[in-house]
């Protein structure tokens, strides 16, 4: 059973920077993509970043691409949402998934296991 835990939500000012963290427990990674999402309220679920394990390709959705950054470290398992230049629309729930694939995927429909969600609130 594979297990996702999000930690390193809070409430930052427009402009500031945060780090979420995806601990990730229950099986070996290497054949696994590993992917961001954000849920605003009233909204659907979208795409942030995603990185395959073995071999660290990534893709990133529009809205945050050149601010944030995904990244991961291998000995602890776990994967890292750097987010810098924050709007207020950056406001939202992010969860953390797990699909065992070798390509990068954006949709969340194809992703099996997900995290309880963290928070991250941007205030103007």
């Known amino acids: 059973q594979v297990q996702l835990v999000e930690s390193g939500g809070g409430l930052v000012q427009a402009g500031g920077s945060l780090r979420l963290s995806c601990a990730a427990s229950g099986r070996t990674f290497s054949t696994y993509t590993l992917g961001w999402f954000r849920q605003a309220p009233g909204k659907e679920r979208e795409f942030v970043a995603a990185m395959t394990w073995l071999g660290a390709r990534t893709s990133y959705s529009d809205s945050v691409k050149g601010r944030f950054t995904i990244s991961r470290d291998n000995a602890k398992n776990t994967v890292y949402l750097q987010m810098g230049s924050l709007k207020p629309e950056d406001t939202a729930v992010y969860y953390c998934?797990?699909?065992?694939?070798?390509?990068?995927?954006?949709?969340?429909?194809?992703?099996?296991?997900w995290g309880q969600g963290t928070q991250v609130t941007v205030s103007s």
């Open positions: 998934a797990a699909d065992r694939t070798s390509l990068v995927v954006t949709s969340a429909r194809a992703y099996v296991y």
